[in-house]
């Protein structure tokens, strides 16, 4: 099969590859689109630690079903699918409580750490253990179908401290995963939301999938923005969808006493805190990763148009096009979002 390997730091090739074994509970997904994630294209460069090489990456993938194996129910050959990205064992204890994104024994498609490797959906086929499976619509394009994990993610993160209808809340970064958030608070009703971002192409992207209000940011024009919009009291909830400490820091500074922050963004793995404001503001941070469970509402909602993922892909483009599309994506400074792969 033909598959984009990243062979080495940096290094993207379309190549030839076996395709994956089948194992009793899995099944074989013939792939039929595949978006590049942030974290693949910050992971790429080895900084993350987590897209350590040889690896075929992919995480957020649709397709359909070609093979079956003999231990696996109820899923048939044809059947159009998508799939979570996160691999639960269903055993441990928080698998038990439903929390599969939390799983002692979590493993990712498409990540390589010194723990595991697990090859991902940049490929014709990629195995898939059954339990991960949701089923598509026929209303429900495979374009849509992989985009169905991002939402989860924001899904979830929106769930993490479900704002009120009436409630102020502010997102900070309108990357995908912002945007999204964006479209899920307003799915979930709620009106008053205020975006955040450097890029006036992303924020003019918030503002026409629901956001009531935008700012470019700027530190202390933010925190008053913010405050103009809330009777000077500040955002009830904040949502955190970048991960540096500038971004972070903003985030706190805009929230009243007694706010919730909902950290999701993680492109750096320490950040300094504002120790004295989260404790004399009494407020509450909040970390959100993954999903669990939200994979059929959000579904639902692609089907019923009830959120736009399309609004979110700004280019399809052939899988073997793929190492170019990398390149363009690392080096930044272009209006794109999400870049969805077809091999």
Not at 121 to 141: D, N, T
Request: hydrophobic fraction near 45%; proline fraction near 5%; charge should be negative.
């Amino acid at each position: 099969m033909k598959a984009l390997l990243l062979s080495d730091v940096g290094r993207l090739e379309y190549v030839d590859l076996p395709i994956p074994d089948v194992g009793p509970n899995d099944v074989l997904v013939s792939v039929r689109a595949c978006g590049i994630c942030g974290s693949d294209v910050h992971g790429m460069d080895g900084s993350s630690g987590r897209r350590i090489p040889p690896l075929v990456m992919g995480h957020e993938a649709a397709g359909l079903i070609t093979a079956v194996g003999p231990a696996v129910p109820s899923w048939r050959t044809g059947d159009r699918v998508t799939f979570d990205s996160t691999i639960s064992c269903g055993e441990c204890v928080y698998c038990q409580r439903g929390f599969v994104n939390l799983c002692d024994n979590r493993r990712v498609l498409g990540v390589s750490t010194d723990d595991y490797r697990r090859q991902g959906a940049f490929a014709e086929y990629v195995s898939v253990p059954h339990h991960l499976l949701y089923r598509l619509p026929e209303s429900v394009s495979f374009v849509d179908g992989a985009m169905v994990e991002p939402l989860t993610v924001a899904a979830h993160a929106v769930s993490r401290a479900h704002p009120g209808s009436d409630d102020a809340v502010l997102i900070v970064g309108c990357g995908v995963i912002g945007l999204l958030i964006v479209q899920m608070l307003k799915a979930a009703g709620c009106s008053r939301t205020m975006a955040v971002d450097v890029d006036d192409y992303r924020l003019e992207q918030a503002l026409s999938l629901g956001a009531m209000v935008a700012f470019r940011s700027d530190p202390g024009r933010v925190v008053d923005a913010v405050r103009e919009q809330t009777s000077g009291q500040g955002a009830d909830v904040a949502y955190e969808a970048v991960g540096l400490r500038s971004s972070v820091e903003l985030t706190i500074a805009c929230l009243r006493k007694g706010g919730t922050a909902v950290l999701v963004g993680n492109l750096e793995r320490t950040v300094d805190l504002p120790l004295q404001a989260v404790v004399t503001r009494q407020l509450s941070l909040l970390g959100s990763v993954a999903s669990a469970g939200e994979y059929p509402a959000c579904i639902d909602l692609i089907a019923s148009r009830s959120v736009n993922v399309g609004a979110v892909v700004s280019v399809v483009a052939p899988l073997s096009e793929g190492a170019a599309w990398f390149e363009r994506l690392y080096r930044g400074g272009e209006q794109l979002l999400r870049v969805v792969l077809e091999p």
